[in-house]
């Protein structure tokens, strides 16, 4: 190997390589076929419309200059500008960017906003950056995807490893090339910027509202309910004390870190002052340590899983004791780890619905930046209950209409509706 090898980055998978992304067209092509779907419109929706790879340096404080992948995919353009989150993480690559835009696409389509799905990504590790080089690297892959992006165009938002500071970043870099302040062009902003308060605790609220519904179809109570959250990053943290707000008990929560458990039921407000104070849950004096993989089989009636893909998997979707999985992270569950699920009758809030609120919320941002007119966040909580618990309801009839489970149903829902947008539309030329 040469001294230039061992600096370079290594080259990541395309999209035929990823695991995920073969997940992602496998789970679409099971619903596309139940669906009786014309070949024209699936071997389009299997595939993204446009990617853009981008490879692209930044100076770290040392002065060393590290190249880097960036990644932008929007899914379809069906049915106006496209949405979703952008990422840090060390294993970003084409494929799961790919996955995670397609299933924007069915998220965005099932609580009937006018957003085809996006994704983005820059695979770097983020703990590893100073704020300032997060900084550098934000403004050139901002600068790297300018054309791509835009109010009309496509509007990113905070993902894993991403925050309001970095969507202040993008906004204003974005803002400079234009000429002029542009708030649309990211949502999840600081609320000086023309960012909602409630964008912050929208997932964890989401989740909230859909927990009685849940709760309801496998005849458990409310109140007392037992709660497990694994990863205690934005979406887990929001549904804690979410979840905790309605009546329930959350008695384990893990992060990177490791988990924590105490059956009474953890003091969530303790806890959210220990992790501002350490950082990691790891320590928390109110609970028992336990192991992060040990979350999974703690006592409870729910699960959520909140922080990355893949974490049920077969190895472990037999030792969870839950009755309801709210998946508040995108693709937390494998297909075969689905199955598993199903057939041990354990009801599972799929993510596109589950997580659905961030989004959501974000679509209220990005209507506030394009008028400039702001909105009480009591006005915001109304509406994303009224979305949310309305996509619940709707899902619930296909899943019984159908006689399939809510993730089938979900999809089926999000498909159909693009699929009449492609067909109204039409093919051009
Ligand atoms: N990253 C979030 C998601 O996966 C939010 C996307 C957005 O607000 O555009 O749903």
């Not at 085809?116 to 790297?144: C, H, I, M, N």
């Not at 995807?145 to 990113?156: H, L, S, V, Y």
């Not at 997932?203 to 309910?225: C, R």
């Amino acid at each position: 190997m040469t001294a230039l090898d061992q600096m370079a980055p290594e080259i990541p998978p395309l999209l035929g390589d990823s695991g995920m992304y073969r997940e992602a067209v496998n789970q679409f092509d099971r619903v596309a076929a139940y669906m009786g779907l014309d070949p024209n419109i699936s071997q389009r929706l299997r595939l993204p419309q446009r990617s853009l790879v981008t490879t692209f340096p930044f100076r770290r404080d040392d002065g060393r200059v590290e190249t880097v992948f960036g990644y932008r995919v929007k899914h379809v353009l069906t049915l106006g500008p496209t949405k979703g989150g952008i990422r840090y993480a060390p294993s970003v690559n084409l494929g799961e960017v790919a996955a995670l835009a397609m299933n924007m696409t069915w998220k965005c389509a099932l609580v009937g906003l006018p957003y085809g799905g996006a994704k983005g990504g820059v695979r770097v590790a983020p703990e590893t950056l100073s704020r300032g080089e997060t900084q550098r690297l934000t403004r050139r892959y901002t600068s790297e995807i300018f054309t791509f992006i835009g109010p009309q165009r496509d509007i990113p938002a905070p993902d894993l490893g991403t925050d309001a500071q970095v969507m202040a970043w993008i906004m204003d870099t974005y803002s400079h090339h234009v000429g002029h302040g542009a708030p649309g062009v990211v949502t999840g902003k600081p609320v000086e910027l023309g960012g909602t308060a409630v964008r912050q605790e929208s997932t964890g609220l989401g989740l909230a509202f859909l927990l009685p519904m849940a709760l309801e179809m496998v005849d458990l109570p409310l109140e007392n309910t037992r709660v497990a959250v694994q990863g205690y990053g934005q979406v887990g943290r929001s549904a804690a004390r979410a979840v905790t707000r309605l009546g329930a008990r959350v008695v384990a929560v893990s992060d990177l870190s490791g988990g924590i458990h105490c059956p009474d039921g953890i003091d969530i407000q303790a806890l959210e002052q220990w992790t501002d104070r350490n950082v990691w849950v790891k320590g928390f004096p109110g609970a028992d340590p336990i192991r992060g993989d040990q979350l999974f089989e703690v006592d409870c009636e729910v699960l959520i899983p909140a922080a990355i893909q893949e974490v049920i998997h077969a190895g472990n979707a037999h030792d969870i004791t839950a009755s309801v999985v709210l998946e508040g992270a995108n693709a937390p569950t494998t297909m075969e780890a689905d199955r598993i699920l199903r057939d041990r009758d354990i009801l599972v809030v799929p993510d596109i619905l589950a997580n659905a609120g961030g989004v959501t919320v974000s679509y209220f941002e990005w209507l506030q930046g394009l008028q400039y007119y702001i909105w009480t966040d009591d006005e915001t909580r109304q509406r994303l209950q009224q979305i949310m618990t309305t996509a619940f309801r709707e899902i619930k009839k296909v899943a019984g209409e159908e006689n399939v489970d809510l993730r089938t149903a979900a999809l089926i829902k999000g498909v159909a509706r693009v699929t009449n947008a492609k067909l109204l539309r039409g093919l051009f030329p």
